[in-house]
């Protein structure tokens, strides 16, 4: 059973950089494009990119000047990183797996971690 | 960007009635939809992919449709279970984007 388990700080300051990294267990870690996507309180959700264990990126536009992902494949984990932080960056981070079909990044997804309230303080 | 507009925000209805749920895309994306069902402080939960097609486990009242830039996700008899929030999610490009939501309530 392949599961995802987010963890990190769930308080940052505004300005900081948010970490977050996200524990696979299960499946195969090599075969995919993990995925961050997060929901401000409330909201919708918002996709924010997707990284591939050999390093292959693609990120939101919007955040792209601000974000940055990794891999650890001796710990089948990975991390998010998005720096200078604002209140608008308060949300539910969740990392997720693409349906098991799906080649790339552009997929619907199967598997989600529980989420991270991280909580942007002034 | 493509963009994801659904309706309507917020739906109430009854245990066995019949609703519908649209997200209208702003380019064609060739069937590259999915649908999501989200309850209050859980991860979504993929429902229909490839605008049609039933994940495995999801119930059969649960059905996708739709073509083009218009697609909708229809529950045929609700159940107490299914009063939730529910997504729709295009991946035909990047950025994936997903609609605003709507709000299932008794």
């Known amino acids: 059973q392949v599961q995802l388990q987010e963890s990190g700080p769930g308080l940052v300051k505004a300005s900081e950089t948010l970490s977050l990294t996200c524990t696979v267990s299960g499946g195969s870690f090599r075969s995919h494009y993990w995925t961050w996507i997060r929901q401000p309180p409330g909201k919708a959700l918002e996709w924010i990119g997707y990284?591939?264990?050999?390093?292959?990126?693609e990120f939101k536009s919007s955040l792209q000047s601000r974000v940055s992902m990794s891999v650890d494949t001796s710990k089948d984990q990975f991390s998010l990183k998005l720096s200078s932080v604002t209140a608008a960056d308060t949300a539910v981070y969740y990392c997720?797996?693409?349906?098991?079909?799906?080649?790339?990044?552009?997929?619907?997804?199967?598997?989600w971690g529980q989420g991270i309230l991280v909580t942007v303080s002034s | 960007d493509i963009q994801v507009t659904q309706s309507p925000s917020s739906l109430s209805a009854s245990v066995g009635d019949r609703v519908t749920i649209t997200c209208r895309a702003s380019h064609d994306i060739m069937n590259s939809l999915s649908w999501y069902q989200q309850k209050p402080g859980k991860a979504p939960k993929v429902l229909v992919y490839a605008a049609s097609s039933l994940e495995t486990g999801v119930p059969s009242r649960f059905s996708g449709s739709g073509s083009g830039t218009t697609y909708t996700l229809t529950i045929s008899s609700l159940q107490p279970d299914d009063f939730a929030s529910y997504y729709c999610q295009q991946y035909y490009s990047a950025p994936l984007s997903f609609g605003q939501g709507t709000k299932l309530e008794i």
């Open positions: 990284i591939h264990y050999s390093g292959i990126t």
């Open positions: 997720a797996r693409p349906l098991g079909f799906c080649s790339g990044g552009l997929c619907p997804f199967d598997y």
